[in-house]
């Protein structure tokens, strides 16, 4: 029973495109985040949700924008997809902002590839 | 602007010895410091924390230090397996919500 599930796994897609990632947590969390890891293997920030609250934003394109239908769920669409936006992204959870002491909950990535 | 540096892209060991990863950063706000595994095709696994206001948290076999003055944390763990072969992440966090987290050290604990 995954506490972090995200679908699809992996994603080939043309540049141009619009395209979703969604994310499920099992574990009654609170917050919930976005993260993109890029070539060089940095996790960074995207956005992060409070109980369905955008608390953390991040610079990033208007192309990407987050939603939250319930704390258990946070999707990602991304419209007009381009060469750079390739990169494994990952959901993850925590109780409460900040992940002070006891670190987050990752799901298992979604490779997305643009073509 | 690298808040969270890990200057090691890879450290090999052998069975039985001990690892140590570094870590650096440069927001004196940080007040939590974490460290993660992540195998590959997996996400990153939490590991261990530290707050700020502590210099050692040991559990089990792995043990994190942090020294606030050198604006430095290490992970060791001791002894090494062949299963601690992994990808380890480094990260910082401060009440501002968000954790920041390095480019990552890959371990490899030779049987």
Not at chain 1, 30 to 48: E, R
Not at chain 1, 74 to 88: F, K, Q, R, T
Not at chain 2, 96 to 103: I, L, M, P, V
Request: glycine share 6%; proline share 4%.
């Amino acid at each position: 029973d995954t506490a972090v599930s995200q679908t699809p796994k992996y994603l080939v897609t043309q540049m141009g495109n619009d395209k979703s990632i969604k994310c499920e947590q099992n574990l009654g969390h609170d917050t919930m985040y976005w993260y993109k890891q890029d070539s060089k293997k940095f996790l960074k920030i995207m956005f992060s949700y409070n109980n369905k609250e955008l608390i953390i934003n991040e610079t990033v394109p208007n192309r990407f924008s987050p939603k939250s239908p319930d704390k258990a769920h946070l999707n990602l669409h991304i419209n007009s997809l381009e060469l750079g936006d390739s990169a494994v992204y990952f959901c993850a959870s925590s109780q409460g902002t900040g992940a002070r002491n006891y670190g987050y909950t990752f799901g298992s990535g979604t490779r997305l590839t643009v073509v | 602007d690298q808040q969270v540096k890990q200057n090691s892209p890879s450290l090999s060991v052998q069975e039985g010895r001990i690892s140590i990863l570094n870590c650096d950063y440069t927001n004196s706000m940080f007040d939590y410091f974490l460290w993660y595994k992540k195998y590959p095709a997996e996400g990153p696994t939490f590991l261990i924390s530290i707050s700020s206001i502590k210099d050692k948290n040991e559990d089990g076999r792995f043990t994190v230090f942090l020294n606030k003055s050198a604006k430095h944390l290490s992970l060791h763990i001791v002894p090494s397996q062949p299963g601690d072969s992994a990808v380890y992440f480094c990260a910082a966090s401060s009440n501002a919500g968000k954790s920041t987290f390095g480019d990552g050290t890959t371990l490899t604990v030779k049987p």
